[in-house]
């Protein structure tokens, strides 16, 4: 099984993907700041989730990267609560976008408490 089958993967790319089209439309002011920040944390949820399966034969490798996963989720969070605040985007499109971060926070989160759901050994 490859990581890209897990669903928390799937999201987390998906919704990196759906960010990163986003802020092409923020002012070319944040084209080094905000815009370099959501993209980031956007994009390491889903490398991290990567990582942390290719690791799943060492436990706590595996149960580390996946919280930095959902720390890097948090920050993509709080970086859509700075985009809504600037009025870069409507409230609509900023609940979509969260719902869809708390989904995957979920989703790693039941990657967490089930290891032995994802071939995690040793646990």
């Known amino acids: 099984m490859s990581f ?4 928390a993967y799937q999201k987390s790319f998906a919704l990196a ?3 990163f089209h986003l802020v092409k ?3 070319a002011e944040e084209k080094f700041g905000l815009n370099t920040q959501i993209i980031r944390s956007s994009r390491s949820v889903c490398a991290t989730i990567a990582e942390a399966y290719r690791k799943r034969d060492y ?6 990267k996946l919280t930095d996963a959902d720390s890097e989720n948090s920050e993509t969070q709080l970086w859509l609560d700075f985009a809504l605040a600037c009025k870069y985007l409507p409230e609509e499109g900023y609940n979509n976008l969260q719902d869809h971060s ?4 979920k989703l ?4 967490i408490h089930n290891p032995g759901k994802f071939g995690v050994k040793d646990c």
């Open 102 to 105: 708390l989904q995957v926070g």
């Open 17 to 19: 993907m759906e960010i």
């Open 4 to 7: 890209k089958s897990l669903l």
């Open 25 to 27: 439309s923020f002012p």
């Open 108 to 111: 790693i989160n039941f990657m």
């Open 59 to 64: 436990f706590k490798y595996y149960r580390s």
